[in-house]
Protein backbone atom coordinates (compact mmCIF):
# COMPACT_ATOMS: atom_id res chain seq x y z
CA UNK A 1 0.00 0.00 0.00
CA UNK A 2 2.91 2.42 0.81
CA UNK A 3 4.68 1.89 -2.41
CA UNK A 4 1.51 2.58 -4.58
CA UNK A 5 1.28 5.86 -2.46
CA UNK A 6 4.83 6.51 -3.80
CA UNK A 7 4.43 5.63 -7.05
CA UNK A 8 1.20 7.68 -7.29
CA UNK A 9 3.43 10.58 -5.97
CA UNK A 10 6.08 10.22 -7.80
CA UNK A 11 3.82 9.76 -11.43
CA UNK A 12 1.67 13.12 -9.76
CA UNK A 13 4.17 15.52 -8.43
CA UNK A 14 5.48 16.26 -11.91
CA UNK A 15 2.38 16.61 -13.46
CA UNK A 16 1.21 19.36 -10.53
CA UNK A 17 4.69 20.76 -10.80
CA UNK A 18 4.38 21.43 -14.82
CA UNK A 19 0.51 22.68 -14.61
CA UNK A 20 1.51 24.91 -11.89
CA UNK A 21 4.67 26.46 -13.89
CA UNK A 22 2.15 26.40 -16.99
CA UNK A 23 -0.44 28.94 -14.79
CA UNK A 24 1.57 31.23 -13.24
CA UNK A 25 5.38 30.77 -14.43
CA UNK A 26 7.40 31.67 -17.14
CA UNK A 27 5.08 30.14 -20.19
CA UNK A 28 1.71 31.23 -18.42
CA UNK A 29 -0.81 32.63 -20.64
CA UNK A 30 -4.35 34.52 -20.24
CA UNK A 31 -6.83 34.28 -23.17
CA UNK A 32 -9.69 36.74 -23.32
CA UNK A 33 -12.26 38.24 -25.28
CA UNK A 34 -12.92 34.74 -27.23
CA UNK A 35 -15.31 35.44 -30.10
CA UNK A 36 -16.50 34.53 -33.89
CA UNK A 37 -18.82 35.49 -36.49
CA UNK A 38 -21.89 33.48 -37.11
CA UNK A 39 -21.59 31.79 -40.96
CA UNK A 40 -24.09 31.93 -43.49
CA UNK A 41 -25.45 28.21 -44.66
CA UNK A 42 -23.42 26.66 -47.02
CA UNK A 43 -20.03 29.15 -45.93
CA UNK A 44 -17.07 26.58 -45.24
CA UNK A 45 -14.73 28.77 -43.86
CA UNK A 46 -14.99 31.04 -40.28
CA UNK A 47 -12.34 32.42 -38.48
CA UNK A 48 -11.74 33.38 -34.70
CA UNK A 49 -10.66 36.30 -32.58
CA UNK A 50 -9.44 36.78 -29.07
CA UNK A 51 -6.42 38.94 -27.23
CA UNK A 52 -3.57 36.69 -25.60
CA UNK A 53 -0.96 37.72 -22.96
CA UNK A 54 2.14 35.87 -22.04
CA UNK A 55 3.02 36.30 -18.53
CA UNK A 56 6.24 34.79 -18.20
CA UNK A 57 9.20 37.36 -18.29
CA UNK A 58 10.47 35.32 -22.05
CA UNK A 59 7.08 35.84 -23.49
CA UNK A 60 5.85 32.58 -25.87
CA UNK A 61 4.55 31.71 -29.06
CA UNK A 62 0.77 31.08 -30.03
CA UNK A 63 1.78 27.87 -32.89
CA UNK A 64 -1.30 26.03 -33.41
CA UNK A 65 -4.79 25.58 -32.65
CA UNK A 66 -7.54 23.42 -33.51
CA UNK A 67 -11.63 22.67 -32.96
CA UNK A 68 -14.07 20.02 -33.50
CA UNK A 69 -15.82 22.67 -35.74
CA UNK A 70 -13.52 22.50 -38.62
CA UNK A 71 -12.01 19.85 -40.34
CA UNK A 72 -8.37 22.54 -39.91
CA UNK A 73 -7.41 25.62 -37.93
CA UNK A 74 -4.64 27.40 -39.36
CA UNK A 75 -3.02 30.41 -37.83
CA UNK A 76 -3.36 33.86 -40.41
CA UNK A 77 -2.47 37.39 -40.73
CA UNK A 78 -3.67 39.98 -43.81
CA UNK A 79 -0.77 41.88 -45.28
CA UNK A 80 -0.70 44.61 -47.58
CA UNK A 81 0.52 44.14 -51.10
CA UNK A 82 0.69 46.07 -54.13
CA UNK A 83 -2.62 47.65 -52.38
CA UNK A 84 -4.33 44.85 -52.52
CA UNK A 85 -5.07 43.35 -48.55
CA UNK A 86 -4.11 39.74 -49.03
CA UNK A 87 -4.40 36.64 -46.33
CA UNK A 88 -1.32 34.64 -45.47
CA UNK A 89 -1.00 31.58 -43.13
CA UNK A 90 1.77 32.25 -40.42
CA UNK A 91 3.75 29.54 -38.53
CA UNK A 92 3.42 31.39 -35.26
CA UNK A 93 1.93 34.53 -32.97
CA UNK A 94 5.09 35.94 -31.36
CA UNK A 95 3.51 36.79 -27.90
CA UNK A 96 5.96 39.08 -26.02
CA UNK A 97 6.25 38.66 -22.40
CA UNK A 98 3.60 41.01 -20.59
CA UNK A 99 2.04 42.06 -23.81
CA UNK A 100 -1.20 41.58 -25.13
CA UNK A 101 -1.59 40.51 -28.33
CA UNK A 102 -5.29 41.45 -30.26
CA UNK A 103 -6.26 38.42 -32.94
CA UNK A 104 -8.77 41.01 -34.76
CA UNK A 105 -10.68 41.03 -38.10
CA UNK A 106 -7.69 42.50 -40.63
CA UNK A 107 -4.89 41.30 -38.63
CA UNK A 108 -3.65 38.10 -36.95
CA UNK A 109 -6.72 35.50 -36.44
CA UNK A 110 -7.57 31.77 -36.43
CA UNK A 111 -8.89 30.40 -40.18
CA UNK A 112 -11.47 27.82 -39.35
CA UNK A 113 -10.97 25.34 -42.30
CA UNK A 114 -13.84 23.21 -43.96
CA UNK A 115 -16.51 23.50 -41.36
CA UNK A 116 -18.50 20.73 -39.84
CA UNK A 117 -21.50 22.78 -39.53
CA UNK A 118 -22.47 27.05 -40.19
CA UNK A 119 -21.27 28.54 -36.77
CA UNK A 120 -24.42 29.87 -35.38
CA UNK A 121 -24.66 33.07 -33.29
CA UNK A 122 -25.44 32.79 -29.45
CA UNK A 123 -23.60 29.47 -29.39
CA UNK A 124 -20.40 28.35 -28.13
CA UNK A 125 -16.99 27.51 -30.24
CA UNK A 126 -14.46 25.41 -28.76
CA UNK A 127 -10.93 26.10 -29.41
CA UNK A 128 -7.92 24.39 -28.22
CA UNK A 129 -4.59 26.74 -28.79
CA UNK A 130 -1.15 25.46 -28.49
CA UNK A 131 1.37 27.54 -27.39
CA UNK A 132 5.09 27.21 -27.16
CA UNK A 133 6.02 27.09 -23.12
CA UNK A 134 2.18 26.91 -21.93
CA UNK A 135 0.99 24.26 -23.78
CA UNK A 136 -2.25 23.63 -25.01
CA UNK A 137 -5.24 25.90 -23.52
CA UNK A 138 -8.89 25.57 -23.96
CA UNK A 139 -11.20 28.25 -24.78
CA UNK A 140 -14.70 28.89 -25.79
CA UNK A 141 -15.50 31.48 -28.06
CA UNK A 142 -19.43 33.23 -28.38
CA UNK A 143 -20.18 33.32 -31.92
CA UNK A 144 -21.42 36.34 -32.74
CA UNK A 145 -24.05 37.48 -35.56
CA UNK A 146 -22.92 38.05 -38.74
CA UNK A 147 -20.76 40.81 -39.08
CA UNK A 148 -20.12 41.40 -35.87
CA UNK A 149 -17.16 43.58 -34.77
CA UNK A 150 -15.99 42.36 -32.05
CA UNK A 151 -17.50 40.31 -28.85
CA UNK A 152 -20.95 41.13 -27.60
CA UNK A 153 -21.21 42.86 -31.00
CA UNK A 154 -18.74 45.68 -29.72
CA UNK A 155 -14.68 46.19 -30.34
CA UNK A 156 -11.93 44.36 -29.20
CA UNK A 157 -10.38 46.13 -26.18
CA UNK A 158 -13.89 48.06 -24.78
CA UNK A 159 -13.83 45.23 -22.75
CA UNK A 160 -16.61 43.36 -23.94
CA UNK A 161 -17.50 39.71 -24.15
CA UNK A 162 -16.21 36.86 -22.19
CA UNK A 163 -14.52 33.94 -23.55
CA UNK A 164 -13.57 31.17 -21.36
CA UNK A 165 -10.41 29.71 -21.04
CA UNK A 166 -9.22 26.47 -19.09
CA UNK A 167 -5.64 24.59 -19.17
CA UNK A 168 -5.50 21.68 -20.28
Do not use: C
Not at 19 to 37: H, K, L, P
Not at 82 to 107: D, S, Y
Not at 108 to 134: I, S, W, Y
Request: charged share 20%; hydrophobic share 45%.
Amino acid sequence: MKVMRLVAAAILLPVLFSFAAAQSGSGGVSVSQAWSRATPGGARNGAAYFQVTAKGAGGDKLVAARSDAADRVELHTHLHEGGVMRMRQVEAIELPAGKTVTLEPGGFHLMLLNLKRPLKAGEDLELTLVFEKAGEVAVKATVEPIGAKGPAGGHMGQGHGSGHMQKH
